[in-house]
């Protein structure tokens, strides 16, 4: 069982090393000369492994055990992001490894956050892979595998159900692969869609693939070290309009696609998600205001902010530290609250909170009336009666990883505030925080042990926790 495992984390490299094939198309280009060598050694290095392992075919299709499946995905997040780590060192643009490690890590998991000071330093296409680790990482890397390589001779369902975002993690179609395969759709069509939206909004064509990346993955890194704020009003509202789009669930667009509006129009987590944009949003507008005095530009910074923290994407218009506190105040507590189940988006999830909200109300209404009977309505079904037991433990062990990063964090010498909210974005794959890690921040100042354990809790948060706290679980290693 373990040279098929072995086989599925190749073919992976595989897969990614071919999309590498992009920034070196980019560098010959651009003829940046001095990183050529830092994608062919890798691309190279990976092919030879893929040479050897094709002859090493399965003989019958096999069902993954749970267990393994879980340390199939991660090893292969932790696999993709040393792979993706090799250019940035080979190139000697970022020559530490701790260094190109958490860049890596911080692309594969859409966290955003960098060690980078200045990011116009690095050739264009080193940028761009920064940004297609985004888009690979968003969707799920394991995913593609699943999608692309249907002849593994391994059932995918159980790494899937490993590596999918939220409580919710079921099939949109009868074969896993075909579901792999629809989502993969479903996200190229919107990456095309905002390339050429993007276009019209008078960004080059370098800049709207770089940014489509980053914004469908729900990344943030950029090209630029004001961040968006450089570009167009036009091309920060189609910006803030996709990365709404990516924080939905994207099993939500199967439904569209096959004209089940109703059942769209059902989805609870849909509702909330889009409510607390609004609202959050419309306070926002009100707090700033006064600092534009226009009402286009004051809603646009006001949408964009709230689209970008809650969905984790990163991205900024303005330093936010700076605004009023009210509206500092609601980006900080959306940075709790994450996108939906299912989506490119990090943190909790709508769905979790809702939950949670709905089991509150009703430990309320059972002081009131202590015989009655009181379930969780989703989608206007009734929910699994142990819903509540798992949100609740997963939002438990949310928390403990977020405490235990700050303690971390706060042995490098920074303030409460810059630890916990670091720490925040960690876990949650958020990017920026408060203090002296807002937009105009990096993570370049803490120590080597606090960007490995950085880098932990990325990987962490990107896979719900679980895949990865389950190997500290003496339960696991038993036979």
Same mark, same amino acid.
């Given at each position: ?59 019958? %299709? ?79 890397? /394991? ?11 391994i059932g995918g369902f159980q790494l899937i159900k490993a590596e999918t975002t939220g409580p919710d993690k079921g099939k949109i179609t009868p074969k ?5 395969? +629809? ?40 090209? +630029? ?46 509702? =909330? ?11 926002i507008f009100l707090s700033i205001y006064p600092l534009y005095g226009k009402i286009e530009e004051a809603l646009r910074h006001a949408f964009f902010q ?44 709508? =769905? ?20 009655? =009977? ?6 206007? +079904?009734?929910?699994? %009666? ?8 997963? /939002? ?5 990883? =977020? ?75 038993? +036979?």
């Amino acid at each position: 069982m373990m040279y098929f495992l072995a086989r599925i984390i190749v073919f992976l490299l595989c897969i990614i090393a071919c999309f590498m094939l992009i920034p070196l198309a980019f560098a010959i280009y651009f003829s940046e000369v001095d990183v050529y060598l830092s994608f062919i050694i890798p691309i190279a290095f990976c092919f030879l492994l893929g040479l050897l392992a094709f002859f090493f075919k399965a003989k019958k %299709k096999q069902r993954l055990p749970m267990r393994l499946g879980f340390v199939v995905v991660a090893l292969s997040w932790l696999f993709s992001c040393l792979l993706g780590s090799i250019p940035f060192m080979i190139s000697g643009y970022i020559p530490s490894f701790f260094d190109a490690f958490f860049e890596s890590v911080s692309g594969f998991t859409t966290t955003g956050a960098s060690i980078l000071s200045s990011v116009e330093a690095l050739p264009f296409s080193l940028n761009i892979w920064r940004a297609e680790m985004h888009w690979l990482g968003g969707m799920g890397i /394991v995913a593609i595998t699943v999608a692309l390589m249907p002849l593994l001779g391994i059932g995918g369902f159980q790494l899937i159900k490993a590596e999918t975002t939220g409580p919710d993690k079921g099939k949109i179609t009868p074969k896993i692969r075909e579901t792999a395969k +629809k989502l993969w759709i479903f996200y190229v069509i919107l990456t095309f869609l905002q390339v050429i939206l993007l276009l019209f909004a008078k960004m080059s064509f370098t800049e709207s693939v770089f940014h489509s990346f980053a914004t469908l993955g729900t990344g943030g890194f950029s090209m +630029k070290n004001s961040g968006l704020a450089s570009y167009s009003a036009s091309a920060q509202w189609i910006c803030t309009v996709f990365m709404i789009l990516a924080g939905v669930n994207f099993s939500l667009y199967f439904l569209l696609w096959n004209k089940k509006r109703q059942e769209l129009l059902k989805n609870t987590e849909c509702k =909330v998600y889009f409510s607390i944009i609004f609202i959050a949003s419309f306070f926002i507008f009100l707090s700033i205001y006064p600092l534009y005095g226009k009402i286009e530009e004051a809603l646009r910074h006001a949408f964009f902010q709230v689209a970008s923290i809650l969905t984790t994407t990163g991205f900024a218009t303005r330093d936010f530290t700076l605004w009023p506190g009210a509206a500092q105040s609601l980006l900080f507590f959306l940075m709790f609250i994450g996108g939906s189940s299912g989506s490119t988006a990090g943190g909790i999830k709508v =769905v979790r909170w809702t939950v949670l909200f709905k089991q509150a109300t009703n430990e309320i209404k059972k002081m009131l009336h202590p015989h009655g =009977v009181y379930t969780i309505r989703l989608n206007q +079904k009734a929910g699994r %009666k142990d819903l509540v037991f798992s949100v609740s433990a997963f /939002v438990f062990l949310y928390f403990i990883l =977020v405490a235990i990063s700050t303690v971390i964090a706060s042995r490098d010498g920074v303030d409460l505030l810059s630890s916990f909210t670091a720490s925040l974005s960690m876990v949650g794959n958020i990017g920026p925080g408060f203090g002296l890690l807002g937009p105009a921040g990096n993570y370049g100042f803490f120590s080597n042990t606090t960007k490995l354990w950085f880098s932990f809790a990325m990987l962490a948060g990107r896979l719900e926790l679980y895949t990865l706290l389950i190997y500290f679980s003496p339960a696991f290693w038993k +036979k």
